[in-house]
Antibody, heavy 113, light 110 residues
Framework: EVQLLESGGGLVQPGGSLRLSCAAS????????MSWVRQAPGKGLEWVSV????????SYADSVKGRFTISRDNSKKTLYLQMNSLRAEDTAVYYC??????WGQGTTVTVSS | QSVLTQPPSASGTPGQRVTISCSGS????????VNWYQQLPGTAPKLLIY???QRPSGVPDRFSGSKSGTSASLAISGLQSEDEADYYC???????????FGTGTKVTVL
């Protein structure tokens, strides 16, 4: 069974940093592109970033470009999202997703003073 | 903000057919396939339709998807109470080099 387990969320002050992790199991992690998608409270879904299977190519939403960095460790079957210069508007549940198909349960990030 | 436009709400009585539209442009729906997601209250989104009209295993055949030009639609036939959820369309956008979601449609079973 494909499973994705996010972790690393929490409360952080504006301007702070957090690193999210997504541990994968049940499939050949190194064969799939992986993504981060977020959902602000009471709002719709917003794509954040995607990374190819090898990690050789990445893409970001304009809203996070230059502040967030997606990466992966295929040996550890883990996806990461390094979030710097956090803003109040980054407050959301962050989901990792396997190739747009299977999603984790999400981890909550709250940016507030 | 969302690039794909959906109606904010749709409703029907049990057994009815409900259709949700998703309007995009040549750089997203016009060039790529469409995925549809169902999000039940308090849960993560679940893939409902991929490749514009394909159902993952386990998804009832009451759900069907179609695409024409720069628009797509999701149909739910034989509406059931457990279908009450938010539904989102999504597609890759070649101009934005990113994945774009629809604005979301809340389906209510009357």
């Amino acid at each position: 069974e494909v499973q994705l387990l996010e972790s690393g969320g929490g409360l952080v002050q504006p301007g702070g940093s957090l690193r999210l992790s997504c541990a994968a199991s049940g499939f050949t992690f190194s064969s799939y592109a992986m993504s981060w998608v977020r959902q602000a409270p009471g709002k719709g879904l917003e794509w954040v970033s995607v990374i190819t299977d090898s990690g050789g190519s990445t893409s970001y939403a304009d809203s996070v470009k230059g502040r967030f960095t997606i990466s992966r460790d295929n040996s550890k079957k883990t996806l990461y999202l390094q979030m710097n210069s956090l803003r109040a508007e980054d407050t959301a549940v962050y989901y990792c997703a396997k190739n747009w198909e299977v999603w984790g349960q999400g981890t909550t990030v709250t940016v507030s003073s | 903000q969302s690039v794909l436009t959906q109606p904010p709400s749709a409703s029907g009585t049990p057994g009815q057919r409900v259709t949700i539209s998703c309007s995009g442009s040549s750089s997203n729906i016009g060039s790529n396939t469409v995925n549809w997601y169902q999000q039940l209250p308090g849960t993560a989104p679940k893939l409902l339709i991929y490749g514009s009209n394909q159902r993952p295993s386990g998804v009832p055949d009451r759900f069907s998807g179609s695409k024409s030009g720069t628009s797509a639609s999701l149909a739910i036939s034989g509406l059931q109470s457990e279908d009450e959820a938010d539904y989102y369309c999504a597609a890759w956008d070649d101009s934005l080099n990113g994945y774009v979601f629809g604005t979301g449609t809340k389906v209510t079973v009357l």
